[in-house]
Structures are given as C-alpha cells and as structure tokens.
C-alpha cells in the first residue's frame, strides 16, 4: 500500500462521523416519539422499545450493510482488519459498538498509538476504519 496517501482516518474525521451519526439518532428517537404521539393508546413501554432499539441497532445494522450516516459523509468505512474490502458482520459491529458506547470517548485514545489507528472498539470487533477514497485508489491501482 502507498504510505503517501493516508489510508486511515483522523481523529477529527472519526469524531466528526460520530457527531453526525449522534444527532440522526437523537432525529430519529424524536420521529419515534411523535408518531407514537398520534396513537392513541401508545404505551410507555411502546416509546422505550422504539428508543432502545434506535439506540442499539442504528450503528451496527448500517455498519454491517453498508455504512452510518456520518462514515457516508466523512467517507470512511469499517472494515475487516484482515481484509479492508470486506464489512464487518452483524455479530462484530454490534460487540464494536457496545464497547464504544460503553467506554465512551475513551475508547478513542488508543488511535494514536498504532500505525493502523485502530480504536478500543475496532480491536474488540476486529476492525479498522479506512478511508473511502484512498481504499478506492488503492483498489484501482492494484487491479491495473
């Protein structure tokens, strides 16, 4: 691979992915909200299904079955770290995703201290994070 191109994310773009992909849920938790509101009898358990489950399926269904909201609009990806041309599995982005929720911010510190930038989260899952356009370039150049 071209060590001339970054291939992997930043902080700031990985931190701007997670900003954006947080207020689509906080979006969409309130579109739960106010189409429960136009039923009648919407119970409160009703609303914290609808809640849980935006909370804990947002991030690992999009991951697995393409990309969030905010990796589409940074144009980064999770990836296998075995093989960056293949996503991640269910299983895999929903362990990755507790463990971010989990330790938070916190588990983005550890990005500066490999050269793949890889955070807590994308060692628990076996992940990595790639940039879209560099694995784009990589990939043509490789297959001329």
């Known amino acids: 691979m071209n060590n001339s191109v970054e291939e992997y994310p930043s902080l700031v773009d990985r931190i701007k992915s997670t900003f954006i992909d947080t207020v689509v849920i906080i979006v969409a938790m309130f579109i739960c909200s106010h189409a429960l509101d136009g039923l009648p009898d919407a119970a ?9 489950a935006v909370f804990l399926l947002y991030d690992p269904l999009c991951t697995a079955f393409g990309c969030t909201v905010g990796n589409y609009f940074m144009k980064i990806r999770v990836r296998q770290n075995e093989d960056h041309n ?4 269910f ?14 911010w916190v588990s983005f510190l550890t990005i500066h201290s ?7 989260h994308d060692m628990a899952a076996g992940s990595i994070m790639v940039n879209l356009t560099t694995n784009t370039i990589a990939l043509q150049t490789s297959n001329n």
């Open 86 to 89: 293949k996503r991640i599995n």
């Open 114 to 120: 490999n050269a793949e930038k890889r955070a807590v």
């Open 44 to 52: 409160g358990w009703m609303r914290a299904v609808c809640f849980v």
């Open 91 to 104: 299983s895999s982005a929903l362990i990755r995703y507790i463990v971010k929720a989990l330790l938070g």
